[in-house]
């Protein structure tokens, strides 16, 4: 088997494209890997910075999480506030 230094210019070229794959398909599975374990575990703050909710909309998860939505004063803006 000639060494590395004699093998044929073909050879080398494919020896480095299956490299290349095998470094590309460990990087895209480790990338896959992190963001489901952490797509899964995001903290509450940064999900609901990432959607697209309306301030109103926002407002009320406030309540919610705070455990007001049930109380009189935020019934009352709730029925009362007008979402465009």
Same mark, same amino acid.
């Given at each position: 088997?000639?060494? @590395?230094?004699? !093998?044929?210019? %073909? @050879?080398?070229? @494919? $020896?480095? +494209? &299956? =490299?290349?794959?095998?470094?590309? %398909? *460990? *990087? *895209?599975? &480790? +990338?896959?890997?992190?963001?489901? %374990?952490?797509?899964?575990?995001?903290? $509450?703050?940064? #999900?609901?910075? /990432?959607?697209?909710?309306?301030?109103? !909309?926002?407002? &009320?998860?406030? *309540? !919610? #999480?705070?455990?007001?939505?049930?109380?009189? /004063?935020? @019934?009352? =803006? #709730?029925?009362?506030? &007008? %979402?465009?």
């Amino acid at each position: 088997m000639p060494s @590395r230094a004699q !093998e044929s210019p %073909v @050879r080398a070229g @494919r $020896r480095a +494209a &299956i =490299w290349t794959a095998a470094a590309a %398909v *460990l *990087l *895209l599975s &480790i +990338a896959a890997g992190t963001s489901l %374990v952490t797509g899964c575990r995001a903290p $509450r703050a940064l #999900r609901d910075a /990432l959607t697209s909710a309306t301030p109103h !909309e926002q407002y &009320i998860r406030g *309540l !919610e #999480r705070a455990g007001l939505a049930d109380t009189a /004063l935020a @019934r009352d =803006w #709730r029925d009362t506030s &007008i %979402v465009c």
